[in-house]
């Protein structure tokens, strides 16, 4: 140790578990749990549940005790599962979800909200006291469309996040290149539109991410390989397009298709899962937040990288690689950013991966 210097800070720990969702109807065994080592990050499979068909996407309540899982079916359903024990119980039986085929869920002010591709609507489910879920109090349904023929002949809700202040939901639309300010009624459970944010046509807007400061949104798009960023001003509840910055360095052979953004918690980097391309792409993120900078790209370690998830100490990433059927977890440099690959666990159909 250095004269003056004291003992180094320790490093907190991470998660005790993760939860992995998956497409039953591709092979995947639906909601799998699994351990993790608190030194290494890495993953051990404990047991799997195919209790709800097409997990897709998972969200676990603030408090950890309950985890809230989307059926990806065209009659859409939102499932709860009881994960205080060491493997989910589920409570009830799952909730139509007023739409279909969603993709995502967020918890937002003692409600659940989901994103519903198929239909191009959010749906509100209230939350009882146990965490069980109550039939749909709202479903507000988009409208609209873009220039793509095949993806975008209609509405395509892909994600509902609430910004960090809580006072506003945001949903990306695919299908309508536009991002949606939405102010949840906590009352009612209803949802109404603030703002429609036009993004550029054509780029298909699929997940966004916001800077921790909260001044800024970082938006990947899935049909074209690019990041819009955005400014972000929770008092007004306005987000206002800067710029748009590409994904990959040139030339790039082959399509990709971007499928998650994930920020540092210290605000300094940035990385986006690229699917076809089978990459992370490590952005470094001025103190502005406002010119994020391509450093370099690194294999996912697998193929489909549908989902990306930083723990909370941000010294770990894992992706959920679709169609190679695992999750790879990296040791992310913390001088660089820049993700080293340090394992993987079998997972078929992966589709998401939550901490917890």
Do not use: K
């Not at 995947?28 to 404990?46: E, K, Y």
């Not at 007004?236 to 994930?262: C, F």
């Not at 089978?278 to 391509?294: G, H, K, M, W, Y």
């Not at 998830?309 to 679709?322: I, Q």
């Amino acid at each position: 140790m250095a004269p003056g210097q004291g003992p180094a800070a320790p490093v907190p720990p991470g998660p005790a578990r993760a939860f992995i969702g998956s497409f039953t109807s591709a092979g995947g065994r639906g909601l799998l749990t699994a351990a993790v080592d608190p030194r290494t990050g890495a993953l051990t499979a404990l047991g799997a549940t195919a209790a709800v068909a097409d997990p897709s996407y998972l969200a676990l309540a603030p408090d950890g005790r309950v985890l809230y899982a989307v059926s990806e079916r065209d009659q859409g359903a939102v499932a709860a599962f009881d994960v205080a024990d060491a493997l989910p119980r589920q409570l009830g039986e799952p909730v139509p979800a007023g739409g279909g085929s969603p993709t995502h869920l967020a918890l937002a002010d003692g409600h659940v909200v989901t994103a519903n591709y198929g239909s191009g609507s959010v749906t509100v489910l209230p939350l009882r006291a146990d965490g069980a879920l109550d039939a749909p109090s709202c479903v507000l349904h988009h409208h609209g469309s873009g220039p793509d023929p095949e993806r975008q002949e209609g509405p395509h809700a892909h994600q509902v996040l609430p910004d960090p202040s809580g006072r506003w939901v945001l949903s990306v639309d695919l299908g309508t290149d536009s991002v949606r300010v939405c102010a949840l009624a906590a009352d009612t459970g209803t949802l109404s539109v603030r703002a429609e944010v036009a993004l550029r046509a054509g780029s298909g807007p699929r997940h966004l991410a916001f800077h921790p400061a909260g001044t800024h949104a970082y938006v990947v798009n899935e049909l074209a390989p690019t990041m819009t960023v955005c400014r972000w001003d929770a008092a007004e509840g306005t987000l206002t397009r800067l710029s748009e910055v590409p994904l990959l360095p040139e030339p790039v052979e082959g399509a990709s298709y971007a499928s998650e953004v994930v920020v540092a918690p210290d605000g300094r980097f940035l990385w986006v899962a690229n699917r076809g391309h089978d990459s992370i792409s490590v952005f470094a993120l001025p103190a502005d937040a406002a010119r994020p900078e391509l450093r370099t790209t690194v294999p996912c370690g697998g193929h489909w990288p549908r989902d990306l998830v930083l723990d909370p100490t941000g010294r770990r990433l894992y992706a959920a690689n679709e169609r190679s059927g695992d999750v790879t977890w990296f040791d992310v440099d913390q001088e660089s950013g820049i993700p080293r690959l340090a394992g993987s666990l079998d997972a078929p159909a992966a589709s998401c991966v939550v901490l917890g």
